[in-house]
């Protein structure tokens, strides 16, 4: 009997720390010089010629170092994150609501509705990350072709509250609107949500 409760123990606490995920990001701007000679290459091969405000970034979270560049193309504002030797991870650009295919966008929604007492969304990229099954350079002109057809998911922040507490959360989406993750944000990270 004993040896039963012990394994109800510890499975339930495996459960309950699987499903808690915390993000905690500090991002600091630096000079192109310090940015992965590697990134920077893709970067200059790949990037449309008429990019505005270019910056670099060094991001620390919890589990490791990356890199971003953020710019600005056509009205929209881009990330694009590598690792700490310079290899694609992925590509965020900034959209709005009304982007997401109507039927994508209900599901979503459902999903925010029955997981939350109430929530209002702060911010939503769509993020084409890079996998063995594509090329960076492909994941790159993706991207900025907003090519809805490739895949991709929904990144959100949203503010939500439950019965017990309002806090802010990351929640990610597949290009279909099914649930992938959900991060809880450590507040200082996104108290300046850049683009």
């Known amino acids: 009997m004993k040896n039963v409760v012990l394994l109800l123990f510890l499975t339930f606490s495996v459960c309950c720390t699987a499903q808690q995920s915390y993000k905690y990001e ?20 790949t990037l449309p010629k008429k990019v505005k405000k270019v910056k670099y970034y060094k991001e620390r979270d919890s589990v490791k170092i ?22 694609l991870e992925d590509v965020e650009v900034k959209i709005k609501k009304k982007q997401i295919p ?58 939500v509250k439950t019965k017990k507490q309002r806090y802010f959360i990351e929640i990610t989406f597949s290009k279909n609107g099914d649930f992938t993750l959900v991060r809880t944000i450590i507040q200082s990270s996104y108290d300046h949500i850049l683009y």
């Open 102 to 159: 109507a039927e994508t966008r209900e599901k979503i929604e459902n999903y925010m509705r029955d997981a939350y007492d109430s929530y209002r969304i702060k911010k939503i990229q769509r993020q084409y990350n890079n996998t063995n099954s594509i090329d960076a350079e492909k994941v790159l002109q993706n991207a900025f072709s907003n090519d809805v057809n490739s895949n991709h998911f929904y990144e959100i922040i949203a503010e």
């Open 26 to 45: 500090k991002e600091e701007r630096i000079e192109k010089k310090m940015f992965p000679q590697k990134g920077l290459d893709l970067l200059n091969k």
């Open 66 to 87: 990356s890199y971003e560049t953020k710019l600005k193309f056509k009205r929209q504002y881009y990330s694009i994150e590598f690792d700490e030797k310079g290899v």
